[in-house]
């Protein structure tokens, strides 16, 4: 199996403030928030692209999807 590179290479530099107040008030206001990396930490972006960093706040899976999802999981 190839040897994964440190994930913390690939990860660019964040505004931490902007982060911080975007989690803030997404827990303040009971609402999702979501970090995500394209590609996936440790993999190679392809050729003349560059890594991004994907933030996402607000009522993302309502509550009624939410409990869809929760009565299909115990079934």
């Known amino acids: 199996m190839a ?3 440190h994930p913390h290479t690939t990860i660019p530099v964040l505004p931490q403030k902007e982060l911080v107040a975007m989690l803030s008030a997404a827990v303040a206001n009971h609402d999702d928030f ?3 990396w394209e590609p996936w930490p440790g993999e ?3 050729l003349g692209t560059e890594s991004l960093v994907h933030v ?4 993302l899976i309502p509550p009624c999807r939410l409990n869809g999802l929760k009565g ?3 079934l």
Do not use: D, I, Q
């Not at 996402?56 to 009522?59: E, K, L």
């Open 3 to 5: 040897k994964r590179g």
């Open 44 to 46: 190679e972006p392809e």
């Open 34 to 36: 979501v970090l995500a």
């Open 72 to 74: 299909r999981a115990l």
């Open 56 to 59: 996402m706040t607000g009522n």
